[in-house]
């Protein structure tokens, strides 16, 4: 099993840069990826970031607002999400992929673990 946990979300203005963080716990093993999705109100849970933890390869939906970067300690990722937009708001879910399986990093088929999510709201 494996446990997330995810932190920093809240209330915003239009422009500014949050850093949400996740801690993964658990049995990870040595090749698991951790990514962030998020889903506003009404739409399909989308991807926004992801990254391989052994090789540090990442991926983004946009390298130039969504920056995704490893912590120091084991399972702990961060994302950066910068000139936030008042359509960024949407409840921000960190997920776990333990197994290699037939699926590309930003598909959300590939997670079988998630968190609870935090919520991020962007006032204009």
């Known amino acids: 099993q494996v446990q997330l946990v995810e932190s920093g979300g809240g209330l915003v203005q239009a422009g500014d840069t949050l850093r949400l963080s996740c801690e993964a716990s658990g049995r990870l093993g040595t090749n698991y990826v951790l990514a962030w999705f998020r889903q506003a109100p009404g739409r399909e849970r989308e991807f926004v970031a992801a990254?391989?933890?052994?090789?540090?390869f990442t991926d983004s939906a946009d390298r130039s607002r969504f920056d995704i970067s490893k912590g120091s300690a084991k399972g702990t990722v961060f994302l950066q999400v910068n000139s936030l937009k008042p359509e960024d708001t949407a409840i921000y879910y960190c997920a776990a992929s333990v197994q290699e399986l037939n699926y590309r990093l930003n598909e959300r088929e590939r997670y079988r673990y998630w968190g609870q999510g935090t919520q991020v709201t962007v006032s204009s």
């Open positions: 990254i391989r933890w052994s090789s540090g």
